[in-house]
């Protein structure tokens, strides 16, 4: 069950792989600035997960436009990710919760996905600028998408 409206929102730090090298994405680097969209995601190299993410990059100016980042995370290496990433030209900045303790922390952690090991499951908050949880969402199963109108209403308020 995932972390519920007006929570406090669990803090991390989880590393991202840019040109650069990996480096820190901490949430609460947000707090007090701008909101935060934070995307759970099972694993990259999946058609659902490329899809959503796909879609979400292709709309990053409508949630900068409201003020927000987008942070996408799963379970997935952070050069597993820089790879998908490069090959379908997601913008997003993907973060590796490798140890999946942040899914945990989240309560959106999704056992045993088709035999293969836990992973994050298909979820989405809004983190407000004050570091609390205005909207919440984890899909019925992986194979399901957020509701992203909802997840864009949320900051419009």
């Known amino acids: 069950m995932p972390i519920a409206l007006g929570s406090k929102a669990p803090d991390f730090t989880l590393k991202s792989k840019t040109p650069e090298g990996l480096k820190d994405i901490k949430l609460s680097d947000n707090f007090g600035k701008k909101p935060t969209v934070l995307l759970f995601f099972p694993l990259a190299f999946t058609s659902v997960c490329t899809q959503e993410m796909c879609d979400t990059s292709g709309g990053l100016g409508d949630y900068e436009k409201l003020g927000a980042s987008v942070i ?75 509701n992203l109108a909802a997840v864009k209403a949320a900051l419009s308020k």
């Open 72 to 146: 996408a995370i799963s379970v997935d290496s952070p050069f597993a990710q820089e790879a998908w990433a490069q090959k379908n030209g997601i913008k997003l900045t993907l973060v590796s919760d490798l140890n999946k303790e942040t899914a945990k922390a989240w309560g959106v952690l999704f056992p045993g996905l088709a035999g293969i090991g836990d992973t994050a499951a298909r979820a989405a908050f809004v983190i407000g600028k004050d570091g609390v949880i205005k909207y919440a969402e984890q899909t019925a199963t992986p194979k399901d998408l957020p």
